[in-house]
């Protein structure tokens, strides 16, 4: 039960409660029934508060106090603020633009932050793990900046190792070929990790491709289809032996030049790039050379053929083309 002890006592003063009478000797109430002293309270002892009405009161069962040293709220807040001190007394606080969410999200605006990410060499770096995966840090050693990704303190490259155009490339020689005084000129390598700018012509080989038939009666052909190019220039058909050989676009014109006669010349549009006809061993040379191309949907490097045995006995023929690519 709480006492209701008279307001503004002076010393001897009692007050009576049931079967106990209260003292007031000039501090504190003292009960007759007890040699118990409640001790006012101080920072360091807890015990009982006076409210005097002035700088201790009671507003609805809420206690408030007036005395030096409190901290004046701020006038209002936004949600998730981070608490500010304003000016240098420390008993007053303001609203903060910085906030931090539930789960731990940090929000700032958009202004010039100076947040130090200072280690002195990436040995004191926090173990890169899923607690600190995205973050940054800057090691003073190796006077570079790093970022925590898959386990990893991955360096970020300064923009002094960063070349930002050929010429800054130190293996390029750029006083003799400088690509700013001549046009024209391409990057060449010597073949040693050094690189120079000078003129480049582009070397196109001939190349051969060979065929071998199995074993044809006289008279028989058979369809090859030969790896090679796109596109070509045909230089020259060797055969061991007597054969008919002729080179189509597609398979769709081999197809339907099956059944032409030996005597009989292809028909415009007919898709046969050349033939050639030797009695026996021998080379036919075209002069000038024939440009044959792949008719495909989609442009293959298949070149068709096809390899007839006129040789008069039963054979296997073997054909060599000599050719030039012009479309790999």
């Not at 792949?294 to 007839?308: E, F, G, K, Q």
Request: charged share 10%.
């Amino acid at each position: 039960m709480a006492i209701n002890f008279p307001n503004n006592p002076t010393v001897n003063d009692t007050h009576t409660v049931g079967d106990t009478t209260w003292t007031w000797d000039g501090t504190t109430w003292l009960s007759s029934a007890s040699s118990y002293v409640l001790p006012t309270a101080t920072t360091t002892t807890l015990g009982g508060v006076k409210v005097d009405g002035t700088t201790v009161t009671i507003n609805n069962g809420t206690i408030s106090s007036t005395a030096s040293g409190d901290v004046n709220k701020a006038t209002s807040s936004t949600d998730n603020a981070i608490v500010r001190f304003d000016g240098t007394s420390g008993d007053t606080l303001q609203n903060s633009l910085v906030t931090v969410s539930d789960t731990g999200q940090i929000t700032a605006p958009a202004v010039g932050n100076v947040i130090p990410f200072y280690y002195a060499n990436t040995g004191d770096f926090p173990t890169s793990d899923s607690t600190n995966h995205g973050a940054i840090a800057h090691s003073h050693a190796d006077e570079s900046m790093f970022f925590s990704h898959g386990g990893n303190w991955v360096e970020i490259a300064n923009r002094s190792d960063v070349k930002e155009n050929l010429v800054s490339l130190n293996d390029i020689d750029s006083v003799t070929n400088s690509p700013a005084t001549t046009s024209g000129l391409v990057l060449l390598s010597d073949g040693n990790n050094g690189y120079g700018f000078g003129t480049y012509t582009p070397t196109i080989n001939r190349t051969t491709l060979s065929v071998t038939t199995g074993s044809l009666a006289n008279n028989v052909s058979s369809n090859h289809d030969l790896t090679g190019f796109k596109s070509y220039y045909l230089l020259k058909i060797t055969a061991n032996a007597g054969a008919w050989i002729t080179l189509y676009t597609d398979t769709a014109s081999r197809t339907s030049d099956y059944y032409r006669n030996i005597l009989t010349d292809p028909s415009p549009n007919s898709g046969v790039i050349s033939e050639a006809i030797t009695l026996a061993a021998d080379t036919i040379k075209f002069t000038p050379g024939i440009l044959g191309w792949n008719n495909d949907t989609v442009p293959s490097t298949n070149i068709y053929a096809r390899i007839c045995n006129t040789s008069g006995i039963t054979q296997a023929i073997t054909v060599t083309f000599t050719i030039i690519p012009v479309e790999t």
